[in-house]
């Protein structure tokens, strides 16, 4: 009895190290770059075909990401298509509603194809929903990221604020010593009442030592939900009179932005990708026309964001560039890489599949918390039956129309 007691660490090491073993070699035939059967490939396979569709598609994919992340931007100090009319919500919830689809139907089930695929080995990708898995983390991962590129911006706002406001509260106290050393009296001029101070953008210049503070106390915010004060309007980039603790829908903006660019940035490369390595023309003229619809709506979502979060222009306009070019770029790139890569290998499909689920967890929690919760639970939303009604329309028929896309792509 006791040498089975002694033996039995051993045996289960022995049974850890077999399965370690078959691990290992299941791992290792998961990333062969040995080619899979893909017979229905095969037969619409056209080399010259193929590279005259992808120089078409960088082109047709390049004018439609520049016009719709244009429109936002350069429509921005036009009342048709300002940040605050009617219509842009409208097209916004439009946009998001692609964001979802592209993220459900497109990056997802593409996901679950790949890394369920036959060629693959049973165990593990098809005895455990990686693609489901790895969408999920994405998604708690731009949680984190968000949450945390809040609070670094909130915190950079914040000590900006307080900066100005000492800069302004020396600036009084030397002008109040100096027109007391001249015997000149400094009058307080009271700011308006405070009925009518909601419907000011910014306090007017208080001259006392008091002053900031009188601007304060003027500047509460509305009930949340009240319906009949009139919304207060965004504040700029360089405001300063924020009350402490209050977030401000500037940074949220500026945070959005950053995170859904890298969202749509990190897709758009992988799907030119994937239309770049193909060489079957059937495969790549329906990518052509999805990937326009939703480069077109998905730009104008970015630009939405990228306006209200009221960049200068250089920073607006090199994150449009670098959004315009990155899926011309990534079919470029599959592209030069189609004479060695092989994209029906293992390795391939893994890459592939994993890279689609991040990309769907990224989209899927930017659309649903960023885009459409943003907008949707907003206090205008809730307080205007026609635009709710007129919203709700365009959010559903972009996530339908974007899902029937998927019957061609």
Same mark, same amino acid.
């Given at each position: 009895?006791? !040498?089975?007691?002694?033996?039995?660490?051993?045996?289960?090491?022995?049974?850890? =190290?077999?399965?370690?073993?078959?691990? @290992?070699?299941?791992?290792?035939?998961?990333?062969?770059?040995?080619?899979?059967?893909?017979?229905?490939?095969?037969?619409?396979?056209?080399?010259?075909?193929?590279? =005259?569709?992808?120089?078409?598609?960088?082109?047709? #994919?390049?004018?439609?990401?520049?016009?719709?992340?244009?429109?936002?931007?350069?429509? =921005?100090?036009?009342?048709?298509?300002?940040?605050?009319?009617?219509?842009?919500?409208?097209?916004?919830?439009?946009?998001?509603?692609? #964001?979802?689809?592209?993220?459900?139907?497109?990056?997802?089930?593409?996901?679950? @194809?790949? !890394?369920?695929?036959?060629?693959?080995?049973?165990? +593990?990708?098809?005895?455990? +929903?990686?693609?489901?898995?790895v969408?999920?983390?994405?998604?708690?991962?731009?949680?984190?990221?968000?949450?945390?590129?809040?609070?670094?911006? %909130?915190?950079k706002?914040?000590?900006?604020?307080?900066?100005?406001?000492?800069?302004?509260?020396?600036?009084?106290?030397?002008?109040?010593?100096?027109?007391a050393?001249?015997?000149?009296t400094?009058?307080?001029?009271?700011?308006?009442?405070?009925?009518?101070?909601?419907?000011?953008?910014?306090?007017?210049?208080?001259?006392?030592?008091?002053?900031?503070?009188?601007? $304060?106390?003027?500047?509460? +915010?509305?009930?949340? *939900?009240?319906?009949?004060?009139?919304?207060?309007?965004?504040?700029?980039?360089? $405001?300063? $009179?924020?009350?402490?603790?209050?977030?401000?829908?500037?940074? =949220?903006?500026?945070?959005?932005?950053?995170?859904? %660019?890298?969202?749509?940035?990190?897709?758009?490369?992988?799907?030119?990708?994937?239309?770049?390595?193909?060489?079957?023309?059937?495969?790549?003229?329906?990518?052509?026309?999805?990937?326009?619809?939703?480069?077109?709506?998905?730009?104008?979502? !970015?630009?939405?964001?990228?306006?209200?979060?009221?960049?200068?222009?250089?920073?607006?306009?090199?994150?449009?560039?670098?959004?315009?070019?990155?899926?011309?770029?990534?079919?470029?790139?599959?592209? *030069?890489?189609?004479?060695?890569?092989?994209?029906n290998?293992?390795?391939?499909?893994?890459?592939?599949? #994993?890279?689609?689920?991040?990309?769907a967890?990224?989209l899927?929690?930017?659309?649903?918390?960023?885009?459409?919760?943003?907008?949707?639970?907003?206090?205008?939303?809730?307080?205007?039956?026609?635009?709710?009604?007129?919203?709700?329309?365009?959010?559903?028929?972009?996530?339908?129309s974007? @899902?029937?896309?998927?019957?061609?792509?």
């Amino acid at each position: 009895m006791s !040498l089975i007691e002694d033996l039995e660490p051993w045996f289960y090491f022995t049974r850890f =190290r077999d399965q370690l073993s078959v691990f @290992s070699r299941t791992m290792l035939a998961s990333v062969a770059t040995a080619s899979c059967t893909n017979d229905e490939a095969d037969e619409c396979r056209d080399d010259a075909a193929a590279l =005259r569709l992808k120089m078409v598609a960088m082109v047709v #994919i390049l004018m439609a990401g520049v016009s719709g992340v244009a429109i936002p931007l350069v429509g =921005r100090k036009r009342r048709f298509l300002r940040t605050d009319g009617s219509f842009f919500v409208f097209a916004k919830a439009f946009a998001a509603g692609v #964001i979802l689809a592209t993220g459900f139907v497109h990056m997802l089930h593409d996901a679950q @194809s790949a !890394l369920a695929d036959p060629c693959l080995p049973e165990s +593990p990708w098809r005895r455990f +929903p990686f693609s489901g898995f790895v969408a999920m983390t994405a998604a708690l991962g731009t949680l984190v990221v968000d949450f945390v590129g809040t609070q670094f911006y %909130e915190r950079k706002h914040r000590e900006e604020a307080i900066g100005v406001k000492t800069a302004a509260a020396a600036a009084v106290a030397a002008t109040t010593s100096t027109s007391a050393e001249e015997d000149i009296t400094v009058i307080s001029i009271v700011s308006e009442p405070e009925e009518k101070a909601d419907n000011v953008k910014s306090p007017m210049h208080i001259v006392g030592m008091h002053a900031h503070a009188a601007a $304060h106390r003027h500047s509460h +915010p509305h009930e949340h *939900g009240s319906c009949d004060r009139p919304a207060p309007r965004e504040r700029g980039p360089g $405001h300063a $009179h924020e009350e402490e603790g209050e977030v401000s829908s500037h940074v =949220r903006h500026v945070v959005v932005s950053q995170i859904l %660019e890298l969202g749509i940035v990190s897709h758009s490369v992988i799907i030119g990708l994937s239309l770049g390595v193909s060489q079957s023309p059937c495969t790549i003229r329906p990518l052509i026309a999805a990937l326009c619809f939703h480069q077109f709506f998905e730009g104008f979502a !970015l630009g939405g964001c990228i306006s209200q979060a009221q960049f200068r222009n250089l920073s607006a306009v090199l994150m449009a560039c670098f959004f315009a070019i990155t899926a011309p770029s990534g079919i470029g790139v599959g592209a *030069g890489a189609a004479s060695f890569y092989n994209a029906n290998s293992r390795r391939a499909l893994v890459v592939e599949g #994993i890279l689609d689920s991040i990309s769907a967890g990224i989209l899927i929690y930017m659309a649903l918390v960023d885009l459409i919760a943003a907008d949707f639970l907003s206090r205008r939303m809730s307080c205007d039956i026609r635009l709710q009604v007129a919203s709700y329309m365009a959010l559903f028929l972009g996530a339908g129309s974007m @899902s029937a896309l998927a019957i061609w792509a």
